[in-house]
């Protein structure tokens, strides 16, 4: 299968999936916006060291922000367009002839995220899963591993994310994990398409911004 329509397939199979809670019965819960914030943990080639590994960046770990607008389409069940910024820490190090360098990593993410969440009233403990697809924008600017040229560039591609928590009193906990993996030949120069693997983990809260009272109705 295509790696660009996995994701794709990925949603269907998770509506399908959660198509039955839209029938629970209950009042829609109003829509909310949330801001979020975490630490992000860069895996795969973002990850690696940038003079041990042929395609690492040697990114640390970082942190992310962003908002989401999440509708309610049943008590259970909920949409939630969403942008997010991560900025990962530097690579810093040293050449022989460009001295002191930095490769800086970051990525801008555009996303629909699909959750189902218990039911319960808003000071109960209400476990929630969801997966989300989106656009992932991933940003280097820095210099080739060669030490040549300087290096500022972005690739867009697809990438799917697949998180778990708690919300309690207006404040969500979650963990969350990006698949986020394309080919291109923008990066590190090469003869071919590379294939890179910017996989991330994070830990993030948020707070659902009140727009009315709490209530357990």
Avoid at 13 to 27: H, I, K, N
Avoid at 67 to 94: E, M
Avoid at 102 to 119: A, I, K, Q, W
Avoid at 178 to 196: A, G, I, M
Wanted: hydrophobic share 40%.
């Amino acid at each position: 299968m295509n790696s660009a329509l996995r994701p794709l397939v990925a949603l269907v199979v998770l509506v399908a999936l959660l198509l039955p809670g839209l029938a629970r019965a209950g009042a829609r819960p109003p829509s909310q916006v949330i801001v979020e914030g975490g630490i992000a943990f860069p895996y795969g080639h973002l990850g690696s060291d940038l003079g041990e590994s042929r395609l690492g960046f040697g990114a640390g770990n970082g942190f992310e922000l962003g908002f989401r607008y999440r509708y309610h389409l049943s008590q259970t069940f909920s949409i939630s367009p969403s942008f997010h910024f991560v900025d990962f820490k530097n690579f810093n190090g040293v050449d022989a002839e460009i001295g002191e360098y930095r490769v800086e990593c970051s990525s801008y993410r555009y996303g629909v995220e699909f959750m189902m969440m218990s039911e319960g009233g808003p000071r109960s403990p209400r476990p929630f899963l969801g997966l989300g697809v989106g656009m992932y924008r991933n940003r280097v600017k820095g210099f080739y591993q060669e030490y040549v040229n300087p290096l500022n560039d972005s690739v867009n591609t697809l990438g799917v994310s697949f998180r778990g928590g708690i919300q309690i009193i207006g404040l969500e906990l979650s963990l969350i994990y990006h698949v986020n993996r394309f080919n291109t030949w923008q990066f590190y120069q090469s003869d071919y398409r590379e294939r890179y693997n910017w996989d991330s983990f994070g830990i993030r809260a948020a707070w659902v911004v009140p727009f009315g009272g709490l209530s357990d109705s």
